[in-house]
């Protein structure tokens, strides 16, 4: 029994999903169907990008009444932040929905699905960190991506921090898949260049990740290869964001948090998570100056992504690991090596014979 034997048994998908070009219309319809008169009211979460878009809440349903708070996404989500928002929904009675709809990037829907899990199971964020330690059914979930990549959408977990542990570990569990996910292209044309290109490359990162590794799955691996093509379409096209582009690019999307799912990923994302946690980085944005530098480990992928970056005029921030001091190198590896098993599916068991203290910090002299 080795340590990838501990994963992924079960696979459970998105309940239903609605796609295309103008979907986010049909919310409003899906939300006024959960309304009864037991619960009445229903929950909007949204990422706050759009607080100065006035009517972003009645325009998915939103009704006086109902509660809509909108998520801040300077920080990833902590167990903290996620305990503080049950609290208020408990406070202002808004404790038993109709439906809670997340709307915005990663950030957003996983904020969604961990909220929808506590009004059920109480108890707070942390007790749920790990694998399927959630006992009940969430409050019926809508998610609605406003940017493509992370996959979230699709998956069994949200990833949150506790602040006091450092730990960061979602909610996996079959209860974290949205009941319904409404795709739609259209909701991504406002997004900056760089953050479009970072995001949308999470999904191409996990999936070169995976395919590499040595943990296998048939129907993981056919997620994965159509994503990498649907990458390979969008960022080696003309224009990333023209409208066929970014349609291709929300289904890439989708099919990689289905790849998620069933995969482990490498060697990229446990350095990108030491920069996280070091540096105070954003996913997306870290894992793309570690493929930057990623070569040796991911020659085809490195030079694919190349091409990417320039073809699609997409600047990278440089020199991240400058002047490191003794306690930061520390901190790097420790933050790199305890991702156990990504490292093994990229590398084998023995993944320290290769990434020695002295290669990793390497590495990040690279970034
Ligand atoms: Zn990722």
């Known amino acids: 029994m080795t340590i990838l034997d501990t994963g992924i048994k079960i696979v459970r998908n998105v309940g239903r999903f609605t796609f295309g070009q103008g979907a986010v219309s049909g919310v409003k319809d899906l939300v006024a169907s959960r309304r009864t008169d037991d619960h009445k009211h229903a929950v909007f979460l949204i990422d706050d990008y759009f607080q100065k878009i006035t009517d972003t809440a009645s325009s998915l349903g939103a009704l006086p009444g109902d509660s809509v708070q909108f998520v801040g996404t300077v920080d990833e989500p902590t167990t903290q932040g996620i305990d503080a928002l049950v609290a208020k929904l408990h406070g202002s009675g808004h404790d038993k929905p109709a439906t809670v709809v997340g709307f915005g990037g990663g950030i957003t829907l996983d904020t969604a699905k961990a909220v929808s899990n506590l009004l059920t199971n109480g108890g707070r964020a942390a007790d749920y960190q790990g694998w399927d330690l959630v006992r009940v059914a969430g409050v019926h979930k809508i998610g609605v991506p406003t940017i493509s990549g992370t996959g979230s959408e699709a998956t069994r977990t949200c990833v949150m921090t506790n602040l006091d542990t450092g730990l960061k570990l979602g909610m996996n569990s079959d209860f974290t898949v949205f009941d319904h996910v409404v795709l739609d292209p259209s909701l991504t044309k406002s997004v900056p260049r760089n953050q479009y290109f970072y995001t949308g490359m999470d999904a191409y990162i996990h999936c070169i990740e995976a395919l590499a590794g040595s ?36 289904v890439a999307s989708y099919l990689g948090g289905c790849a998620i799912a069933t995969s482990y990923v490498g060697v990229v994302h446990p350095f990108s998570a030491a920069l996280s946690v070091v540096f105070g980085l954003h996913h997306c944005v870290a894992n793309c100056i570690v493929l930057n530098a990623m070569q040796d480990f991911y020659p085809g992928a490195h030079a694919e992504f190349r091409k990417m970056i320039e073809k699609q005029k997409v600047t990278l921030p440089k020199n991240v690991c400058a002047n490191l001091t003794d306690q930061l190198r520390t901190d790097l590896i420790a933050a790199t090596i305890k991702h156990e098993k990504p490292l093994t599916n990229a590398l084998g068991e023995n993944f320290r014979a290769t990434l020695t203290d002295a290669r990793i910090i390497s590495l990040f002299e690279k970034m």
């Open 215 to 250: 943990y296998r799955n048939a129907i993981g691996d056919a997620y994965s290869r159509e994503t990498v093509n649907l990458c390979r379409k969008v960022f080696l096209g003309d224009d990333m964001m023209n409208d066929e582009l970014r349609s291709d690019l929300m």
